[in-house]
Structure formats: C-alpha cells, structure tokens
C-alpha cells in the first residue's frame, strides 16, 4: 500500500492531482471507463488502446463493413411519396452546434439546392439521441433563413432520391449501401484519413474515396487528393458572409502598432493544432507582453501558460467583431485549410499560418499571409516580422482582401449545383 500511495503522490508531482486521480480510479474501476469510452464515442469509430485490451468487442464494434441497408434500418422498399420534385437526401452526421464550421457548410449548400425547386432531406445518419426530428429542424430553422430543408432521422421512412449525399467518411459507407438512389455523391470537406492514426480508421477512411461517388469538394488539394483514388470532382472556393466579414468602417490603413493578436483556439480539433499554437504564442507572450493575445474557438477548461483574453465559443456574428478588434490573426490547419484564415482575410486582418499544401492551395506567402514551418521559433519569427513592419502587415491585410473580394457563396453554391445536375442520369 505503502508503495502505491508513493507512486500516487509522484504522479500527481509530475502530472498535477487531477490527472493522477482519474489514473487511480482508471486502476481501480476499468470496467467503469470501458462503459464510459463506449457512451462518450458512441458513432464515431475511434477506440482508445487501452479500452480495447480490456473489452475487444469495443474493438470489433467500431469497425464499418459492407453490410446491406437493411442492416442500418433501412427498408426493403423505399417510402412512396407524392413530391415529384427531384430529391437530394444529405447524410450528415448529428451535430451539437448548428454554427459548425463543416455542419454549417452542408446547410448552406443544401438549402441553396432547395432554392431550385428540389427536396432536400437531411438525414442524421448516426442519431443515437434523438426520438423526433422536432429540436433538429427548429434548430435548422433558426440558424438557416428562409430554411428549406427536413430533417429526419429514421432511415425506414428515406424515399427514393435522384441524389444520395456522403458527407462523412462513416457516412458513405451507409450511402453506398443504399438502393434508392439514382446517382450518389461525396461532400468532402477535409482528408479524414488525416484525423487518425494510421490503422483501420483512417484505412476505411481512405476507402471510402474509391466507392465511386462524384466528388465535391473544398477547394483544389482536396479535388487532388479525391481523385488521386481515381475519382472526379469539382471544388468550389471557400467564401465568408460579407455581412459578418468585413473591414473596420473607414479603416483602410492596418494600425501602426500591433496590440492585439488573436489564436483560433480548439483543443478538440487536433489538425487545428492547439498544442503548437500554445507553446508559439508562450514564446511570444514572453517576447511581446505589451501584446494582448486573444483565444477563442472553445471554452477552455484551464488557463493557458501565458496571459491571455479567452473568449471561448462564439456565434458567427461575434466572431466577424472580435476579428474586427484585432491586429493579427493566426490559425493552424494540419489537414484542410479551415474557414479562419478566410474570414480573417475578409475582415482585413492580416493572416499567420502553417506551410503546407493543405493550406497554400489559398494562402500564399508574403501575399495574402505569412506561413512559417509548424514549429514555435518559426511562429515567433513570423511574428516580430509582422510586429515590426507595419508595410508588410498593409501588404498582407490588402492581399487578403483582394483575394476574397470575387468570392460568394451564392456563385459559389450556384457552381456546384450545376456540377450536381449536369452529372444525373
């Protein structure tokens, strides 16, 4: 006993109290954490290592196979319905923030499509939670103006559709399983084989853009990496809400001085990197203490290393002001480039980000933001470049408002739709 509270009280010197405890109960309660993996990743087909040592049927469960739409739920035959309008039917997955960056794309594409006189049903393909559609729509509703869109969550009651929809890696295997549809499609927005490490996920992942599906996606490198699995896609260009994202009123000039830098802080998200967007602005933070650095993305559950202004999960409307306060902004992208470095730009906020294909299809260096290697100095560096010029950050902040200035959903949305219908049987 003796020796066990001695390794305890070491972990917690090393590791803090909290983490020692939960490693303590962990030891002495697994079944407990196995029962509590399963409800905490319920759909999402990811296993912790140690969860499946102790339970392999966690194992078996997460793995998706080529099962027939029976399987799901589906029925043998597809509901009749009295709509003759042809239908597209979206697999999305189930969503606690309808503002999502990615759930929110989908929404907007969607109802565009319903704008040309088709049915659009969001089908939750996943639902664990929900008995009705009823909270979904409303929240659909509210979110989307003018929304157009249903929303339901029983696969038994699909119609057949002119369109089936994967919007998610899980999801196509559940399109590819259904038979009432006339041609399917892929909604790709990221390489989810990069969201894991490489095993059966991110191997399923990657079989996935083999099924055959016609690809959309978000931007060029994503088209290339869609049909480099021998696909075709067309990609459409990322846009901002020029009525949340624009420049200060009057303000042409960038501020003289930099005093404000805003991080896209999102700890759950790991290709946004929040580990190395922490130890870069601790360096700068210690450099720069007259700079105020400003977090927000999520609500975070402890203090950052540094002093810093944490704003946490903001609504779109929020976000387009606090750009608008700033004078910097950086945001990382490990896979796809996220929507942030876009609406910075159309807010006249001058962009720091990672290098990478995944990122440079639309950020290009020195002329509409400034890449620096994914490590800490390489971000300080980039920093006091920026900090100390205020003829580079002008170059930069005009850059990026250059290349959002032809860009709109509306033209945007209006390109793939037609890619949509002029690829139907």
Not at 90 to 119: C, E, I, M, Q, S
Not at 135 to 144: C, D, I, K, V
Not at 197 to 221: D, E, H, L, R, V
Not at 317 to 339: I, V
Request: with cysteine; hydrophobic share 40%.
């Amino acid at each position: 006993m003796n020796s066990k509270l001695q390794n305890f009280f070491q972990s917690a010197r090393k590791f803090g109290y909290g983490n020692a405890l939960i490693f303590a109960l962990y030891k002495l309660f697994p079944r407990f954490f196995v029962l509590l993996h399963q409800k905490v990743n319920a759909g999402t087909n990811s296993v912790w290592p140690e969860m499946a040592t102790m339970d392999p049927v966690i194992s078996a469960g997460a793995v998706l196979d080529y099962t027939p739409w029976a399987a799901y739920g589906g029925a043998a035959v597809a509901v009749r319905h009295s709509d003759n309008r042809p239908t597209f039917i979206w697999f999305v997955p189930d969503w606690t923030n309808v503002w999502g960056g990615g759930h929110y794309t989908l929404f907007r594409f969607a109802n565009h499509f319903a704008k040309n006189d088709t049915r659009n049903i969001v089908f939750i393909y996943n639902n664990l939670r929900h008995k009705s559609p009823g909270p979904l729509q409303e929240e659909l509703n509210h979110a989307l103006p003018g929304c157009l869109l249903e929303v339901m969550i029983d696969p038994a009651l699909l119609p057949a559709c002119t369109g089936a929809i994967a919007t998610t890696w899980q999801s196509a295997y559940q399109v590819r399983a259904f038979p009432f549809a006339r041609e399917k499609f892929y909604f790709m927005q990221d390489d989810e084989s990069l969201f894991y490490a490489y095993g059966t996920a991110s191997m399923q992942a990657n079989a996935t853009y083999g099924f055959g599906f016609i690809g959309i996606t978000g931007g060029g490198w994503l088209k290339h990496c869609y049909e480099s699995h021998g696909g075709r896609a067309r990609n459409y260009l990322f846009a901002a809400d020029r009525n949340i994202f624009y420049p200060a009123t009057g303000i042409t000039k960038v501020r003289k001085t930099v005093s404000r830098l805003f991080f896209y802080g999102r700890p759950s998200t790991e290709r946004r990197c929040f580990d190395l967007g922490m130890a870069s602005l601790k360096k700068i933070a210690g450099h720069y203490p007259d700079v105020e650095i400003v977090i927000a993305g999520l609500d975070l559950k402890a203090r950052p290393p540094f002093p810093a202004t944490l704003m946490g999960n903001l609504t779109l409307k929020d976000t387009g002001e606090l750009y608008r306060t700033c004078d910097l902004g950086m945001a990382f992208s490990g896979t796809n480039l996220s929507y942030l470095p876009v609406e910075l730009m159309a807010s006249g906020v001058p962009v720091i980000s990672n290098n990478g294909p995944q990122v440079e299809w639309f950020c290009r260096h020195g002329v509409n933001a400034w890449l620096a290697d994914p490590t800490p100095q390489a971000m300080l560096e980039a920093f006091t470049a920026l900090y100390n010029d205020s003829t580079l950050r002008q170059t930069l902040a005009d850059g990026g408002l250059a290349a959002m200035a032809p860009l709109d959903w509306e033209s945007q949305m209006t390109k793939i739709y037609d890619y949509v219908t002029d690829n139907l049987p």
